[in-house]
């Protein structure tokens, strides 16, 4: 199974990104959970957002309704749509997927990760 996240980079205070988690060898539409969770330096593992097979949608506190989970059945990709970004989202993005499980929130229940991808947001 590899799952391969593209789409950070640096961006200004306000701007927008969208990233992109190729997934192959594991079927994100049937999975149970697939998220994105954000790392900063000397911080833990966060959730950013958790889409459900059954396409519920979950957002960490700190989104504030500017980022937008989705995913693609056809392309097996799952995207962040993230919008006015601050420069506390500076972080390395991972997508993950859980094959069966319910606790979003807890990275430890996640069967596959990809490599990550930096996002930068300058003030």
């Known amino acids: 199974v590899q799952l391969v996240e593209s789409g950070g980079g640096l961006v200004q205070a306000g701007g927008s990104l969208r990233l992109s988690c190729t997934a192959s060898g594991s079927d994100l539409s049937i999975n149970d959970i697939s998220s994105w969770f954000c790392q900063a330096p000397g911080k833990e593992r966060e959730l950013v957002a958790a889409l459900s097979s059954g396409d519920s949608t979950y957002y960490g506190d700190f989104v504030q309704g500017r980022f937008t989970i989705s995913r693609d059945n056809t392309k097996n990709t799952l995207f962040l749509q993230m919008n006015t970004l601050k420069p506390e989202d500076t972080a390395m993005y991972y997508c993950?997927?859980?094959?069966?499980?319910?606790?979003?929130?807890?990275?430890?229940?996640?069967?596959?990760w990809g490599q990550g991808t930096q996002v930068t947001v300058s003030s």
């Open positions: 993950a997927t859980m094959v069966r499980g319910y606790i979003y929130v807890d990275p430890r229940q996640y069967n596959y």
